[in-house]
């Protein structure tokens, strides 16, 4: 994604809502701080009031006489539709709004684009596959898979001793892992370096997605070829579709054993817009360098300098100069609910939540603070917290209907804290696309409305 894919966003297109709605009398940050300490009578309180028994404010409250509560409803009533009237599960017709979606703010360059994960929409940390982001340099494509071959070779004479090309079914039968990571594209929040504060959470976030991948590992790969581990320093990793995408790997991370070479996502093979059969997964590593349609990799001992990483995914550091190789995803969060295109339905109690990840490991700590970073507060984090996985934070709040301004803040297992967008730039200057990790701001307005502010 270049400089000349910004753009202006004039449309605030909106997002599926998914706010809770919560009378006022609903839980209070205390009742839940009670539950979670083991008062059971609080939690029954709550929900009897959220039932509208003693409940004040009555928007989403069943009402006595609430026909889909008092009537036979007609499902209950009917038979259902057969067994595998289809043959592949497909969510509800009523959720036919969450589905990923281009960016009115990026120029389309041909089949060079992105298609955005709606983050709003998500739960837990798992991004079903068919929402999972997609990004081509030079479209996609769905390759048969008995016609699929992958080469291991070397740069230079030795380099590795024994050449291979393996199909899939020479590939499959090797043991494998499953492993769950993120994969974030370097550009992801790029439009947010020129404060252009595109209106959800889904095109400032969304192309990040979460997924369990299954494959080998590359090293096992590079020593069935007899690769010479002592002189390979780097290994080129080429795709087979039109942009030719090739980028370079350090050989500490392919011999860290965490560079799969992978077939699998979310129990079921790649799909299509994902790299299907083959793809590279390098953790906490940009999306680029997860090279999909994987066809080659090569073991050499210096840098290629390849197209996609000279003169794309290089950061431009306020001295003028150009940042090459910049690869791990640094430590970043962002709440999802609410975010920007959402409406808080009334005041009280809301449940916040959000994602966070690092590229170096696992996220140790999520703070959320409701005036715009004065003052912060640790958030729950669920578990499972994985290293270089998304993590699901959670933090309760009761709102008071007045002007607030939501932000998290991640702090990673080797100490990395997400910086504010000060911090970020007093360091890399104001010029950059790609890698930004900063503080996302999300104002609420006395009405519930939320949008995408930049504070400092
Ligand atoms: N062969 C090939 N691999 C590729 C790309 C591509 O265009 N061609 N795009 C890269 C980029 S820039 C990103 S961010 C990720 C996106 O992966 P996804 O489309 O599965 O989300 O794939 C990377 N691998
Ligand atoms: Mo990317």
């Known amino acids: 994604?270049?400089?000349?894919?910004?753009?202006?966003?004039?449309?605030?297109?909106?997002?599926?809502?998914?706010?809770r709605r919560a009378p006022e009398s609903f839980l209070s940050a205390e009742d839940i701080a009670a539950v979670a300490s083991g008062?059971?009578?609080?939690?029954?309180?709550?929900?009897?009031?959220?039932?509208?028994?003693?409940?004040?404010?009555?928007?989403?409250?069943?009402?006595?006489?609430?026909?889909?509560?008092?009537?036979p409803v007609p499902?209950?009533?009917?038979?259902?539709?057969?067994?595998?009237?289809?043959?592949?599960?497909?969510?509800?017709r009523y959720e036919r709004n969450l589905v990923r979606r281009q960016s009115p703010g990026l120029t389309q360059v041909g089949a060079a684009s992105v298609a955005f994960t709606p983050l709003q929409g998500s739960f837990g940390i798992v991004t079903p596959s068919g929402l999972h982001f997609e990004r081509h340099?030079?479209?996609?494509?769905?390759?048969?898979?008995?016609?699929?071959?992958?080469?291991?070779?070397?740069?230079?004479?030795?380099?590795?001793?024994?050449?291979?090309?393996?199909?899939?079914?020479?590939?499959?039968?090797?043991?494998?892992?499953?492993?769950?990571?993120?994969?974030?594209?370097?550009?992801?929040?790029?439009?947010?370096?020129?404060?252009?504060a595109v209106p959800t959470v889904q095109y400032t976030h969304g192309m990040i997605s979460c997924s369990e991948f299954t494959g080998v590992e590359l090293r096992l790969l590079l020593e069935m070829c007899r690769a010479d581990l002592s002189r390979g320093r780097f290994v080129l990793a080429e795709g087979a579709d039109g942009s030719s995408m090739t980028r370079t790997i350090p050989m500490d991370l392919v011999m860290s054993g965490e560079v799969l070479v992978a077939w699998g996502q979310n129990g079921e093979m790649l799909r299509p817009e994902n790299g299907y059969p083959l793809r590279l997964v390098v953790p906490g590593v940009q999306g680029v360098s997860w090279?999909?349609?994987?066809?080659?990799?090569?073991?050499?001992?210096?840098?290629?300098?390849?197209?996609d990483e000279s003169i794309h995914y290089v950061d431009l550091m306020p001295d003028g100069q150009h940042r090459q190789y910049t690869s791990i995803q640094e430590v970043k969060s962002v709440i999802t609910t609410p975010s920007g295109g959402q409406a808080l339905v009334g005041k009280g109690f809301h449940a916040i939540s959000g994602?966070?990840?690092?590229?170096?490991g696992a996220v140790q700590r999520?703070?959320?603070?409701?005036?715009?970073?004065?003052?912060?507060?640790?958030?729950?984090?669920?578990?499972?917290?994985?290293?270089?996985?998304?993590?699901?934070?959670?933090?309760?709040?009761?709102?008071?209907?007045e002007r607030a301004i939501l932000q998290s803040r991640a702090i990673d297992?080797?100490?990395?804290?997400?910086?504010?967008?000060?911090?970020?730039?007093?360091?890399?200057?104001?010029?950059?696309?790609?890698?930004?990790?900063a503080i996302q701001s999300w104002l609420v307005e006395p009405g519930g409305e939320v949008s995408n502010v930049q504070t400092a």
């Open 39 to 71: 008062r059971r009578d609080v939690l029954r309180r709550g929900f009897m009031a959220a039932l509208g028994l003693g409940a004040a404010s009555a928007a989403t409250v069943a009402r006595a006489d609430d026909p889909d509560i008092v009537d």
């Open 291 to 307: 090279v999909k349609w994987l066809r080659r990799v090569e073991l050499g001992d210096q840098p290629w300098g390849a197209k």
């Open 413 to 437: 297992d080797t100490g990395h804290v997400q910086p504010t967008y000060r911090q970020l730039r007093e360091v890399r200057g104001t010029r950059s696309i790609y890698h930004n990790n």
């Open 137 to 196: 340099h030079q479209g996609w494509t769905d390759i048969d898979p008995r016609r699929h071959r992958f080469m291991v070779n070397g740069s230079s004479p030795g380099m590795v001793a024994r050449p291979m090309v393996f199909t899939m079914d020479d590939l499959m039968r090797l043991p494998s892992v499953s492993r769950m990571h993120f994969l974030e594209c370097g550009a992801n929040t790029g439009m947010e370096w020129g404060n252009v």
């Open 1 to 19: 994604m270049g400089s000349g894919m910004l753009g202006s966003v004039k449309d605030r297109e909106r997002c599926t809502g998914r706010i």
């Open 366 to 401: 999520v703070d959320v603070s409701v005036d715009g970073g004065r003052n912060w507060r640790p958030a729950t984090l669920q578990q499972p917290v994985m290293s270089k996985c998304l993590s699901r934070f959670v933090f309760p709040w009761t709102w008071n209907g």
């Open 75 to 92: 499902w209950s009533t009917t038979l259902g539709l057969p067994v595998a009237a289809t043959p592949y599960g497909m969510p509800s």
């Open 355 to 360: 994602l966070a990840w690092s590229g170096r």
